[in-house]
C-alpha cells in the first residue's frame, strides 16, 4: 500500500517537471538550429513569411536584438517569434503605448502582435442619451 502511494507520487513529480518541447524539439536543439530547418518545423504562416524574407524594418529590429541593449521597442508587429528571442523583453506598440512583453518559449512561432491587444472593452454604464423609456427607469434603493 505505501509503495504504491509512493510511486504515484514520483508520477506526479516526474509530471511536473516536464521540459519544454517544441514539436519534439527541445530549447537547446531549437536555439543550436540553422534558420532553414527551424523554418521547416515551424506553422504554415510563419514560415511562408520567413522564407519570403524581412523587410528593412524587421532587419533594423533583429539588429537591435542582436546588441542586446535593454528593453527594444518596435512598431512591427508582423515579427515571427524566434527562439533566439526568448528571454528577452520587448516593447510592442499596440496602436496607443508599449506593452512590455517578456518573451517565453511557448511563444515560439507566433507573431508579437498576439501579445499587445489592440482593442480594450469598453465598460457599460447605466441607460444614456436615446435609451428608451423602460430602460430609463431606475429603481430608487
Known amino acids: 500500500m505505501m509503495a504504491e502511494r509512493e510511486r504515484k507520487r514520483k508520477k506526479i513529480v516526474t509530471r511536473r517537471k516536464k521540459e519544454f518541447a ?3 524539439h527541445t ?3 531549437l536555439q543550436t538550429m540553422s534558420k532553414d530547418d527551424l523554418i521547416k518545423i ?9 522564407k519570403r524574407g524581412s523587410s528593412e524594418e524587421q532587419q533594423t529590429f533583429w539588429r537591435q536584438v542582436r546588441k542586446g541593449k535593454g528593453i527594444v521597442e518596435t512598431h512591427r508587429r508582423d515579427i515571427v517569434v524566434l527562439p533566439e528571442l526568448i528571454g528577452r523583453k520587448i ?5 496607443k503605448e ?5 518573451i517565453l ?5 507566433h507573431y508579437l502582435g498576439e501579445f499587445a491587444l489592440t482593442r480594450r472593452f469598453g465598460r457599460h454604464s447605466g ?3 436615446g435609451a428608451t423609456r423602460s430602460s430609463k427607469y431606475m429603481p430608487l434603493r
Open 27 to 29: 530549447l537547446e536543439q
Open 105 to 109: 518559449p511557448e511563444m515560439i512561432g
Open 42 to 50: 515551424l506553422p504554415a504562416r510563419a514560415r511562408r513569411s520567413l
Open 127 to 129: 441607460p444614456g442619451v
Open 98 to 102: 508599449f506593452k512590455v512583453v517578456e
Open 91 to 95: 516593447g510592442i506598440h499596440n496602436g
Open 22 to 24: 517544441y514539436r519534439g
